[in-house]
């Protein structure tokens, strides 16, 4: 993770501030709940290739990022975002370091001037306030449904709590908005339930808040494992190239025997993701992609427990295989 890829969606902080210590406005009706917010929320499209894809929803919470829930995008080969006659392709997929949170932030090329919505803080929401879900459930863009918070549930001891809604929310709504009566961000749907029950959870959008933090402290972490998998740093912490192939070259995989497809697939994968991200390969011809800490030291132990050599084959935007140190 670059800091001009942090810098093109974090939250301002006199904003932030702003927006945590402003007196409560006038409830609004659900007709303009709906007028206020609505204009930040799409509907996300993951393709994974052959005919198949998923569809969610996604929430802009900057002028140039969306929020959504990562299982919307997983294992997609491209993303896009749409509303009405609008089309938006995702650049890159920045995941949560924390794989027990299903959140992600999706960015483009370029900067964008999408319309944005102020967050607003957990510690000012109660069980019994009224909400709004905005989604696109089984597809159906910008849906509005009414609900309370039902209840507020921590994960752990001093984290903050999922929150618990009985706003109706269907398939196609995970990584929509819940929105409070002042049309602001209280959480990003990410888990739904069958059949239309009024019983849906929302991560709490203080969380996207949070994220640029919590990817930077993330590095050193990181960058201690990839010398673990013989990754060679420069002095700046960043991966020095091997000059085997260019990045977007699948010609440069390795053949493993069999068909080329299946690694090709997983490498596309590998390039829609966001910093920090690796390309892995062993030597029992396992392949795939870690994008955190935690999944890079369970690929380790996996490949400890089966006795195989690691490698990379590329980190972040440089390829370094072929001129790696011995894996450790």
């Given at each position: 993770?670059?800091?001009?890829?942090?810098?093109?969606?974090?939250?301002?902080?006199a904003?932030?501030?702003?927006?945590?210590?402003?007196?409560?406005?006038?409830?609004?009706?659900?007709?303009?709940?709906?007028?206020?917010?609505?204009?930040?929320?799409?509907?996300?499209?993951?393709?994974?290739?052959?005919?198949?894809?998923?569809?969610?929803?996604?929430?802009?919470?900057?002028?140039?990022?969306?929020?959504?829930?990562?299982?919307?995008?997983?294992?997609?080969?491209?993303?896009?975002?749409?509303?009405?006659?609008?089309?938006?392709?995702?650049n890159?997929?920045?995941?949560?370091?924390?794989?027990?949170?299903?959140?992600?932030?999706?960015?483009?090329?370029?900067?964008?001037?999408?319309?944005?919505?102020?967050?607003?803080?957990?510690?000012?929401?109660r069980?019994?306030?009224?909400?709004?879900?905005?989604?696109?459930?089984?597809?159906?863009?910008?849906?509005?449904?009414?609900?309370?918070?039902?209840?507020?549930?921590?994960?752990?001891?001093?984290?903050?709590?999922?929150?618990?809604?009985?706003?109706?929310?269907?398939?196609?709504?995970?990584g929509?908005?819940?929105?409070?009566?002042?049309?602001?961000?209280?959480?990003?749907?990410?888990?739904?339930?069958?059949?239309?029950?009024?019983?849906?959870?929302?991560?709490?959008?203080?969380?996207?808040?949070?994220?640029?933090?919590?990817?930077?402290?993330?590095?050193?972490?990181?960058?201690?494992?990839?010398?673990?998998?013989?990754?060679?740093?420069?002095?700046?912490?960043?991966?020095?190239?091997?000059?085997?192939?260019?990045?977007?070259?699948?010609?440069?995989?390795?053949?493993?025997?069999?068909s080329?497809?299946?690694?090709?697939?997983?490498?596309?994968?590998f390039?829609?993701?966001?910093?920090?991200?690796?390309?892995?390969?062993?030597?029992?011809?396992?392949?795939?992609?870690?994008?955190?800490?935690?999944?890079?030291?369970?690929?380790?132990?996996?490949?400890?427990?089966?006795?195989?050599?690691?490698?990379?084959?590329?980190?972040?935007?440089?390829?370094v295989?072929?001129?790696?140190?011995?894996?450790?």
């Open positions: 993770m670059t800091a001009n890829t942090l810098r093109r969606w974090a939250f301002p902080a904003g932030f501030w702003l927006a945590v210590s402003a007196c409560h406005a006038w409830a609004l009706q659900p007709e303009e709940v709906f007028r206020k917010a609505s204009p930040a929320v799409w509907t996300v499209k993951g393709d994974h290739g052959n005919n198949e894809a998923a569809i969610g929803s996604a929430v802009a919470v900057t002028t140039g990022a969306l929020v959504t829930a990562c299982h919307v995008v997983d294992g997609a080969v491209s993303v896009t975002a749409t509303q009405g006659q609008a089309s938006l392709k995702i890159s997929i920045l995941r949560d370091p924390d794989p027990s949170r299903d959140l992600c932030v999706l960015l483009t090329s370029t900067p964008l001037q999408l319309p944005a919505v102020p967050i607003a803080p957990v510690d000012g929401l069980v019994g306030q009224r909400v709004f879900a905005i989604g696109s459930p089984h597809g159906l863009e910008l849906t509005l449904s009414e609900g309370l918070i039902s209840a507020l549930r921590p994960k752990a001891q001093g984290q903050l709590p999922i929150i618990q809604t009985s706003a109706p929310v269907s398939a196609g709504s995970s929509g908005g819940l929105f409070d009566t002042e049309g602001r961000l209280v959480g990003v749907t990410v888990r739904v339930t069958p059949g239309g029950a009024n019983l849906g959870f929302a991560y709490p959008a203080q969380w996207v808040m949070e994220l640029p933090q919590r990817v930077t402290a993330e590095l050193a972490t990181w960058r201690e494992l990839l010398k673990n998998v013989g990754v060679v740093l420069g002095p700046n912490g960043e991966p020095t190239p091997s000059g085997h192939a260019d990045l977007a070259d699948e010609a440069g995989l390795p053949a493993l025997g069999g080329s497809e299946p690694m090709r697939v997983a490498y596309r994968q390039l829609l993701q966001a910093h920090p991200r690796a390309f892995l390969i062993t030597s029992d011809n396992k392949f795939g992609t870690a994008t955190n800490s935690a999944a890079l030291t369970e690929h380790l132990k996996g490949c400890t427990a089966r006795k195989v050599v690691c490698a990379a084959y590329a980190v972040d935007d440089t390829v295989w072929g001129k790696q140190q011995a894996a450790k």
